[in-house]
């Protein structure tokens, strides 16, 4: 625990270039919607599928590099200790617009594989609380991610 406190202190406070920063910031949103992902214990085809060109209308990043922002995000998720670390960052440097569309991404990967299971829902409403989202737009936004997929 203390070497993870340290570790995390540590890419704090070392300067890091745009670029670095950058990436850690499309870690933290690859993080969160793998959150969404992993909250059932089932992976299915349809998540994992669209979890890439997610971040890649998300993000603006090319496909090659989404993929391997994907694989990355999910060993960083296994390292977190709380959700509070991707979206401090995300509070940090996400505009209220790209907040919202991270929350329509969570969304539409829990109503992926056309069901809707509570923790998926329980991860989206946590995630959308502590970004500061209102809940009238946390709804708007889940109907919206269930009208584009035709759930």
């Known amino acids: ?12 406070t070392q300067a890091q270039t745009p670029e670095q920063q950058q990436h850690h910031l499309n870690i933290a ?16 085809d349809e998540e994992a599928n669209l979890l890439p060109s997610l971040l890649v209308s ?3 990043l090319a496909e ?5 922002l ?3 995000a999910k060993l960083s998720r296994q390292n977190a200790t709380s959700l509070f670390e991707f979206t401090n960052e995300i509070n940090d440097k996400f505009t209220l617009e790209q907040k919202q569309q991270l929350i329509l991404a969570m969304w539409k990967l ?3 594989d056309g069901r809707l299971c509570q923790y998926e829902d329980q991860i989206v409403r946590r995630c959308a609380d ?5 809940h009238s737009e946390l709804i ?12």
């Not at 625990?1 to 995390?8: P, Y």
């Not at 708007?140 to 759930?151: C, E, F, H, P, T």
């Open 1 to 12: 625990m203390i070497s993870k406190i340290k570790k995390f202190l540590q890419s704090h």
């Open 29 to 44: 949103a690859a993080s969160m919607l793998c959150e969404v992902i992993f909250a059932d214990e089932q992976v299915s």
């Open 58 to 60: 998300l993000l603006g």
């Open 64 to 68: 090659q590099q989404a993929q391997e």
């Open 70 to 72: 994907s694989e990355e």
């Open 110 to 112: 829990a109503y992926a």
């Open 130 to 134: 502590l970004l500061y989202l209102k």
């Open 140 to 151: 708007q936004l889940r109907n919206q991610a269930r009208d584009s997929l035709g759930v």
